[in-house]
T-cell receptor
């Protein structure tokens, strides 16, 4: 079945440490890939996206993600985490050629806690 | 510029009552999406509009849920005879093409 998996429900890192959030997908063809962030009581903010081309994608707030076709993964990284990065992070996909718009399928999210 | 706005931000209603949730998309965005975010189900797609038409309603959980979009702009999601399981945050997103931009959501609580 088609799915998006975020294996880590909760992650805690120290401020200044590096961060990697995992995302794996299961689709026949490489879908469009997105990372969104949600702060408490807020909507979803787009961090970055991958459609094709360079497999290392730069986003806002110093985040980047790397698409690895062989691993069906699209992991989110940040070299040095700031306390303001504490939030919930969602990986999402749009299967290509669905014929019904670009509806997003989301992973279950990873809650990031930053220790000062 | 102005982003996606949703109203009300919070809605508390009694079981069995009807509710209407409103979404104002970013001007010029032709596509509009509704999603629901709940503790048990995560983020789920509800319905997609292209212009005023809804080519994909596959995510609406029951016939108590309906939505419309007028003038290629504002959209209203209506839930009739609300049930406690309808309690969730309802998110709207608009899109000019491949990327969706989300509003802050409406938190619906059904007592």
């Amino acid at each position: 079945a088609q799915s998006v998996t975020q294996p880590d429900i909760h992650i805690t890192v120290s401020e200044g440490a590096s961060l990697e959030l995992r995302c794996n997908y299961s689709y026949g063809a490489t879908p469009y890939l997105f990372w969104y962030v949600q702060s408490p009581g807020q909507g979803l903010q787009l961090l970055l996206k991958y459609f094709s081309g360079d497999t290392l994608v730069q986003g806002i707030k110093g985040f980047e993600a790397e698409f690895k076709r062989s691993q069906s993964s699209f992991n989110l990284r940040k070299p040095s985490v700031h306390w303001s990065d504490a939030a919930e992070y969602f990986c999402a996909v749009v299967p290509i050629l669905t014929g019904g718009g670009n509806k997003l399928t989301f992973g279950t999210g990873t809650q990031l806690k930053v220790e000062l | 510029g102005a982003g996606v706005s949703q109203s009300p931000s919070n809605k508390v209603t009694e079981k069995g009552k009807d509710v209407e949730l409103r979404c104002d998309p970013i001007s010029g965005h032709t596509a509009l999406y509704w999603y629901r975010q709940s503790l048990g189900q995560g983020l789920e797609f509800l319905i997609y509009f292209q212009g005023n038409s809804a080519p994909d309603k596959s995510g609406l959980p029951s016939d108590r849920f309906s939505a419309e979009r007028t003038g290629g702009s504002v959209s209203t999601l209506t839930i009739q005879r609300t049930q406690q399981e309808d309690s969730a945050v309802y998110l709207c997103a608009s899109s000019p093409s491949d990327t969706q931009y989300f509003g802050p959501g409406t938190r619906l609580t059904v007592l």
